[in-house]
């Protein structure tokens, strides 16, 4: 049987690879991890660090979202000092009286409490409370930007995975034609119908063939590395994956180009450009008058050994409005403003370049999904007939109606139909990925 077969139904092409024809792939140490997909996507969201920070980000940002961080809330504040001191007291009264003393202690002793309150500052608090809500929302978007990257990321090197271990399951197909041919060789030098300069090349290629064999192991072990380290796991974990390509046939150009306003990072760079207008309006408040409301409860106590008022102590509320009214500051103001609606107008500009590249980064994939697809099936059925040709080929050359050439032929053909279908499937996967991704559709 061979090792790829394609299943079709109404939504999916499901190219079947056989990893278990190989015992490079069948085998599993008891303390190996057997990984599928939905097991790799769930550990790299529990672990990833750039989900972390991200989440971390929303955290603060919603912590900051708040009336108190705008200035919205009153202050209030409690305030108190104790001071002892020795002075040397000289008067002289109007009624002839004079006052000498030396070392004369003294102690003055304050407390109050006092609260204010914002009445009116151009709504410089509303604006401020606005830009921090948008603030948070960003996060959010961000956060599920890194979501969809962090899921994309890992389906890509999974797939990856998939696509090395299945070389080596065609690498193996062709060494065992090899083996083959080296077995009949050996059966015709016995019966004096072969020489050793055939039977010699005949191992050399089974020898080539498992050094190639043993170098796609270790990149397929590289590529389990890199899967590893995307989970934030072990790179040293064996890693055990049994697993098949399967491409979304149904993926349309139109509905993904439609959805790429939901894209996490455009509306992140909606957030941004509301957020630059909501500075605009804060730093335009700086320039209206400020009204706030005070109050306070204040306690004075001032005691000396001698003087003219030996003890003096008050206490009481008290309260006023206090009005800033901003004349003139070297137009500081004025040029802030200006500042934050040109970076407004740059925040537009960047959501223009970031809908510019994603559109054209749609167009392109879609261009090598279709195009994948689309040779897909011709490659199917390439890679049936290579195999056949191989299996065909090594009957005639046992028949003695082939020679070594015509079976190494038919060898390369088998092994390269199967790196191009595995790489055409692959590449179909690769590009539906990144079209869920831009679409904000990956699951």
Do not use: W
Request: hydrophobic share 40%; glycine share 4%.
């Amino acid at each position: 049987m061979n090792p790829l077969k394609i299943f079709k139904n109404k939504t999916h092409l499901l190219i079947g690879i056989l990893l278990c024809g190989s015992n490079a792939f069948c085998f599993q140490s008891p303390d190996s991890l057997s990984l599928t997909l939905d097991a790799a996507i769930a550990t790299a969201l529990k672990n990833s660090y750039e989900i972390e920070i991200a989440k971390n980000n929303v955290e603060v940002n919603t912590v900051l979202n708040h009336y108190g961080v705008a200035g919205g809330l009153p202050l209030v504040a409690a305030n108190a000092s104790n001071t002892e001191q020795i002075t040397e007291v000289n008067q002289k009264l109007n009624n002839g009286t004079e006052i000498n003393r030396s070392a004369a202690a003294g102690n003055n002793t304050q407390a109050s409490v006092s609260a204010s309150i914002l009445l009116y500052n151009g709504k410089r608090v509303r604006s401020t409370k606005k830009r921090l809500a948008e603030l948070q929302y960003q996060s959010q978007e961000l956060l599920n930007s890194q979501i969809q990257n962090t899921i994309a990321l890992v389906m890509t090197s999974y797939y990856d995975v998939v696509r090395q271990l299945s070389y080596l399951n065609t690498l193996r197909a062709s060494i065992q034609a090899s083996e083959k041919r080296l077995e009949i060789l050996q059966v015709r030098k016995e019966a004096g119908m072969a020489n050793n300069a055939d039977i010699f090349q005949a191992q050399i290629d089974v020898n080539t063939l498992n050094q190639t064999f043993r170098d796609q192991e270790m990149i397929a072990q590289v590529a389990k590395t890199e899967l590893l380290r995307i989970l934030t796991l072990d790179t040293k974990a064996a890693v055990t994956i049994r697993d098949t390509i399967t491409v979304d046939l149904n993926l349309k150009l139109e509905p993904i180009l439609d959805r790429l306003a939901l894209n996490a990072d455009v509306k992140a760079a909606d957030h941004q450009i509301r957020i630059n207008e909501l500075i605009v309006r804060e730093t335009a408040a700086l320039r209206y008058p400020s009204v706030r409301l005070n109050t306070a409860y204040n306690y004075s106590r001032n005691q000396t050994a001698a003087g003219f008022t030996l003890l003096n102590r008050s206490l009481g509320p008290n309260a006023g409005i206090t009005l800033a009214v901003p004349i003139y500051n070297g137009s500081s103001f004025k040029r802030q403003q200006q500042a934050a609606e040109i970076n407004t107008s740059t925040a537009k500009i960047q959501k223009n370049v970031i809908l510019r590249d994603y559109n054209a980064g749609v167009v392109k994939m879609y261009q090598t999904y279709l195009s994948s697809l689309q040779q897909l099936a011709t490659q199917q059925q390439n890679y049936a007939l290579s195999r056949q040709l191989l299996d065909l080929t090594l009957q005639r050359f046992e028949l003695i109606q082939a020679t070594i050439i015509d079976v190494r032929e038919a060898q390369r053909s088998f092994e390269d139909a199967g790196y191009r279908l595995i790489n055409l499937n692959y590449a179909a996967k690769a590009a539906e990925i990144e079209l869920k991704r831009l679409s904000n559709t990956l699951q």
